[in-house]
C-alpha cells in the first residue's frame, strides 16, 4: 500500500514518451496487448516497491538492440487485468517526477563493424585525434549544430585532461552549408590538426564560420571531389543505422563494438 502523504497522482491511461512493447508474460500478454504496440518486445517481472491495493506491479523492460540499451519503467496491472496504471508521479518534491526503478536503464557495447571497415579505409589525414587518453572517442558532429558545440565542449575538457582521445567526423545534417564547413574543418584537420579545425570550426561560432567559408569558398569548390564522397558515404552508413540527427558519440570498445549515445550525453562515468 502506498503510505498517506506520499504524494503521488495516479495517472490512468495515459501513455507518456516511455514506449511500450508487446512480450510473452501469459498473465499479462491480453490486456497489455490492447495497449501496446505488437512490434517491440518487452521483459517483465514482479516487484515488491510501490505497491498499490488491488494491483500487481511489475517492471517492464524493453531492449533496444541497435543502441545497445535497455529501459526500465514500472507499469500497475489490476489483479482482475481491467486496469492499467503506465504512470506514478511524486509530487512530494518541488517539481514532479516519475517514479522509476532504481535500476531504470542499462547500457551494453554494439557490434559497429560497419563503421570500423568505414574507418579502415579513410585516410589517416582525415581522422587525426585530440588528447592523449587510452579511451577512443568519436563524435560524429554538424558545425552548424548547437547541441554538439555543447557537447563538443564537455568533450574538449576530458581530451584535455587525457582521459580520452577525441576524433571528430562530420555528420551534416544542416544542408550545404554544413557540408562546406565541414569540407573546410577536414582540410584545416589535415594540415594543422584536430585542435585547430576544432577551433576554427566545430567549435567557432555561427558568424566565424560563415566568414570561414565565403572566404574560402574557392578552395572549397576545389577540395570538394576529393573529401564529399567520404561525407556522404559515412552520412549514408549513419542514416542507415537508424542515426538521423547530431551528436552521436561512440566510446570504442574491443572487438569492433561501442558505446554508443544520441544527443547531448555526459558519458564521463563511462571513462576509466
Not at 495517472?11 to 510473452?24: D, P, V
Not at 506491479?57 to 482482475?80: F, V
Request: hydrophobic share 40%; aromatic share 10%.
Amino acid at each position: 500500500m502506498l503510505k498517506k502523504g506520499f504524494g503521488l497522482i495516479v495517472l490512468f491511461f495515459i501513455m507518456t514518451s516511455f514506449a511500450f512493447a508487446s512480450g510473452n508474460n501469459s498473465a499479462y500478454k491480453n490486456v497489455l496487448s490492447k495497449i501496446i504496440p505488437p512490434q517491440i518486445h518487452y521483459t517483465l517481472k514482479q516487484s515488491k516497491e510501490h505497491k498499490i491495493k488491488g494491483f500487481d506491479t511489475l517492471i517492464i523492460s524493453i531492449k533496444q538492440e541497435s543502441l545497445g540499451t535497455t529501459i526500465h519503467r514500472y507499469i500497475w496491472i489490476s489483479k482482475d487485468k481491467k486496469t492499467v496504471i503506465p504512470t506514478l508521479l511524486d509530487v512530494s518534491k518541488i517539481r514532479p517526477e516519475r517514479i522509476m526503478p532504481k535500476n531504470s536503464f542499462d547500457r551494453l557495447p554494439v557490434d559497429i563493424s560497419w563503421f570500423t571497415t568505414y574507418l579502415s579505409k579513410l585516410p589517416k589525414d582525415f581522422k587525426k585525434s585530440y588528447g592523449k587518453g587510452k579511451t577512443d572517442v568519436y563524435l560524429f558532429s554538424d558545425p552548424y549544430c548547437p547541441y554538439c558545440k555543447k557537447q563538443l565542449k564537455a568533450l574538449e575538457s576530458l581530451a584535455e585532461n587525457n582521459k580520452i582521445k577525441l576524433r571528430i567526423l562530420p555528420f551534416n545534417v544542416h544542408g550545404a552549408k554544413a557540408q562546406d564547413a565541414s569540407i573546410l574543418f577536414w582540410d584545416i584537420e589535415k594540415h594543422q590538426g584536430l585542435k585547430n579545425a576544432i577551433s576554427k570550426i566545430e567549435g567557432a561560432g555561427y558568424a566565424d564560420i560563415d566568414k570561414m567559408v565565403k572566404d574560402n569558398q574557392k578552395k572549397i569548390d576545389k577540395l570538394r571531389k576529393g573529401y564529399m564522397p567520404k561525407m556522404k558515404e559515412l552520412s549514408s552508413l549513419l542514416m542507415e543505422h537508424r542515426f538521423n540527427g547530431t551528436p552521436v558519440i561512440f566510446i570504442m570498445k574491443k572487438n569492433n563494438k561501442a558505446l554508443i549515445f544520441l544527443g547531448l550525453s555526459d558519458i564521463s562515468k563511462y571513462i576509466k
